[in-house]
Nanobody, 113 residues
Framework: QVQLVQSGGGLVQPGGSLRLSCAASSSAFSNYPMGWYRQAPGKNREEVAQHWPDGRSRYLDSVKGRFAISRDNAKTTLYLQMNDLQPGDTGVYSC???????WGQGTQVTVSS
């Protein structure tokens, strides 16, 4: 069993930046694909970014060039660096391990002036 604990998030103005962190309780973290998902009010949850143990990553088209997913296996932590945030990025962001097998608690990101 892997527990994921998130930190980061909050309120930011358009054009601002935030970094989300997701700390895993087990070194097994390094063996799993890890991802960030978000759910906006009234919308379905969508995958924002995914990172595989071999270093590959993929992004939702709307965040390409603005968001960056990374992991630090020594710290068993997943990150999402979010730059040039826009109101459309508002939502609850959750990290997940192994495509939904494990979930973080979710954190609110609000982009508003």
């Amino acid at each position: 069993q892997v527990q994921l604990v998130q930190s980061g998030g909050g309120l930011v103005q358009p054009g601002g930046s935030l970094r989300l962190s997701c700390a895993a309780s087990s070194s097994a973290f390094s063996n799993y694909p890890m991802g960030w998902y978000r759910q906006a009010p009234g919308k379905n949850r969508e995958e924002v970014a995914q990172h595989w143990p071999d270093g590959r990553s993929r992004y939702l088209d709307s965040v390409k060039g603005r968001f960056a997913i990374s992991r630090d296996n020594a710290k068993t932590t997943l990150y999402l660096q979010m730059n040039d945030l826009q109101p459309g990025d508002t939502g609850v962001y959750s990290c997940s391990g192994d495509f939904g097998r494990y979930w973080g608690q979710g954190t609110q990101v609000t982009v508003s002036s």
